[in-house]
């Protein structure tokens, strides 16, 4: 049974920082491509970050340069470290790892007040 699980989100004041961690269960890890999506109210769900089974990442132009994703892969896995909040990064942010089938976590709320 696969399961990914998101922890680490909370009420934070902008300026301030989180990590999200993604603990995956029932898969071969390292082959999986492994994301952090997020849908804030009324919006649809986005891409934030991916990270490859080599270790490339990518970004949504709005978190460049404030979030950074990395992975563990002996720890299964995925964190999300984000700095400089802002109150447009309030959203449920979820977990995703993909390879021939793609999986999601449940989320984690993140709430940044002004």
């Known amino acids: 049974q696969v399961q990914l699980v998101e922890s680490g989100g909370g009420l934070v004041q902008a300026g301030g920082s989180l990590r999200l961690s993604c603990a995956a269960s029932g898969i071969i890890f390292s082959r999986n491509v492994m994301g952090w999506y997020r849908q804030a109210p009324g919006k649809q769900r986005e891409l934030v970050a991916a990270i490859t089974t080599e270790g490339t990442t990518s970004y949504v132009d709005s978190v460049k340069g404030r979030f950074t994703i990395s992975r563990d892969n002996p720890k299964n896995t995925v964190y999300l470290q984000m700095n400089s909040l802002k109150p447009e990064d309030t959203a449920v942010y979820y977990c995703?790892?993909?390879?021939?089938?793609?999986?999601w976590g449940k989320g984690t709320l993140v709430t940044v007040s002004s």
């Open positions: 995703n790892a993909r390879r021939i089938v793609t999986y």
